[in-house]
């Protein structure tokens, strides 16, 4: 009996993106000896994305959905694609057609040679913006410094994990939800594959820049504890800084070169003030994550869904 690959798609408001896909990634896995499943997790979307998957399940029966409650996040739904897909390996991809189907035999040549992981860095792309491509760059720096962790420039949620790698995600404590850090947490025989991304076939990117600032918050606070260290460091320099200023203070009060006027004073207070604020944000940052995890909410709810398999929804 074959193999089963399946290919999980987080999709929100991609209803002209849908059919394409579909037709491309079943044209990929025709001369392949695998059978194929396609499982769209439908983030919460307000167009007919929903309706256009359902009228292309009556005649192609490799296709699936969940549907969220509400959008929760592409990572959220990711992590539902993992949970519920059923596959010898699971490919993950994006909705928009920027990660090309036709990768997906060197993704399958990977695994058959022995890998558990294979996931995907995307080449710099000369149609994305300089101040995008700059501001990702150093998004991935950041990350690789403050972490315990070192993820390559430009790697996507385009990529395969085997099944034992599956179950082991579905394990882990359900408030991680910046799966590139887990994946490289996880260990294992890991490969990449560079590629260079293609243009988004309809639409625009549902990626705006406070998406990206969170989830680049989400992956630092998640894989390391340096930010308070960064944290304690500051304030114990510029402790220090401030008893050098002592011996001036002395000077001029003793020798009658005090200077009259609020502008010194003002100035140090919202300095240190706005010092005050970033540590107690970096803190704010890290018991904000305890605080969400001892409610033991789910990190997504499945409306419905045209899996066999029953749906637990407290994930």
Known sequence: MSQKVSVIIPIFNEQDNISALIAAINKVFEPLSYQHEIIFID??????????????????????????????????????????????CIISMDGDMQHPPELIPALLKKWEEGFDIVYTIRKDDNNISYSKRKTSNLFYSILSYLSDIEIEKGTADFR????????????????????????????????????????RFRGKSKYTPKKMIRLALEGITSFSIKPLYFATYIGIGFSVLSLLYLPYALYSYYFGHAISGWTSVIVTIAFFGGLQLMILGILGLYLGKLFMVSKRRPSYIVKETSLQKEINNQN
């Open 160 to 199: 395969l994990i085997n099944k034992q790698v599956a179950e082991i995600i579905r394990e882990l404590d359900k408030s991680e939800q910046f799966l590139r850090g887990i994946i490289k947490w996880v260990g294992f025989n890991q490969a990449s594959i560079e590629y260079e991304p293609a243009e």
């Open 43 to 88: 983030d919460g979307s307000k167009d007919a994305t929903l309706s256009v998957i359902k009228a292309i399940m009556q005649y192609d029966k490799a296709v699936q959905y969940l549907s969220f409650s509400r959008n929760f996040g592409h990572q959220s739904a990711l992590k539902a694609g993992i949970d519920k897909a059923q596959g010898d």
